[in-house]
């Protein structure tokens, strides 16, 4: 399986560095630099994907809409991780409550959820899909460190060692082998 991940174009809260979790947060007009931005990367997306998700939450269902597609279905093992009373807050306050653990064992952290059920998600969308040969996802910043950490490292463990920033695009593969990881997982 192919995944091509996106992550949605940038919110008013994004803007503030807020973080927004599961609150429904509409994407900012669009401007000439992320026009620009969404061109460079459609050049670099198949001509045709087996699959095309969003989460059910309003801001990569519209950066879908922007990327030109209209015929997505929304899957709720994508959405963001419920950042519980840290939404509508800065990051960084989470990041100094949580210090050590969001960088090294954020599976401890409970928030809203438990982050260790976000990666459960997430292993749950990857045995659900493992026979799509390529799948377009537009998704969030967690969900998507999470399966790149997951890939990577076989962990969720070094997600918040990563960054995805709005609107960027990354492809990961997963072989079979990796989907059975994963089931001992779940």
């Given at each position: 399986?192919?995944?091509?991940?996106?992550?949605?174009?940038?919110?008013?809260?994004?803007?503030?560095?807020?973080?927004?979790?599961?609150?429904?947060?509409?994407?900012?007009?669009?401007?000439?630099?992320?026009?620009?931005?969404?061109?460079?990367?459609?050049?670099?997306?198949?001509?045709?994907?087996?699959?095309?998700?969003?989460?059910?939450?309003?801001?990569?269902?519209?950066?879908?809409?922007?990327?030109?597609?209209?015929?997505?279905?929304?899957?709720?093992?994508?959405?963001?991780?419920?950042?519980?009373?840290?939404?509508?807050?800065?990051?960084?306050?989470?990041?100094?409550?949580?210090?050590?653990?969001?960088?090294?064992?954020?599976?401890?952290?409970?928030?809203?959820?438990?982050?260790?059920?976000?990666?459960?998600?997430?292993?749950?969308?990857?045995?659900?899909?493992?026979?799509?040969?390529?799948?377009?996802?537009?998704?969030?910043?967690?969900?998507?460190?999470?399966?790149?950490?997951?890939?990577?490292?076989?962990?969720?463990?070094?997600?918040?060692?990563?960054?995805?920033?709005?609107?960027?695009?990354?492809t990961i593969g997963f072989r079979e082998e990796e989907y059975e990881i994963g089931r001992h997982h779940i």
């Open positions: 399986m192919e995944l091509t991940l996106i992550r949605h174009l940038p919110t008013e809260w994004n803007k503030k560095g807020v973080l927004q979790g599961r609150k429904d947060i509409p994407i900012l007009e669009l401007n000439n630099k992320d026009k620009e931005d969404i061109e460079k990367n459609k050049k670099m997306l198949r001509p045709k994907y087996s699959l095309i998700l969003t989460s059910t939450l309003t801001r990569t269902q519209q950066t879908a809409i922007a990327y030109g597609y209209e015929n997505f279905e929304p899957e709720p093992l994508l959405n963001e991780l419920n950042f519980g009373e840290f939404e509508g807050k800065k990051k960084q306050h989470l990041i100094e409550t949580y210090q050590n653990l969001w960088f090294s064992n954020p599976g401890e952290i409970v928030l809203g959820e438990k982050i260790a059920d976000l990666e459960k998600r997430m292993l749950a969308f990857i045995d659900k899909y493992k026979d799509y040969d390529s799948m377009l996802v537009f998704g969030h910043g967690s969900w998507i460190r999470a399966c790149l950490a997951y890939s990577k490292f076989g962990t969720i463990n070094k997600m918040n060692q990563l960054e995805i920033k709005n609107n960027q695009m990354l």
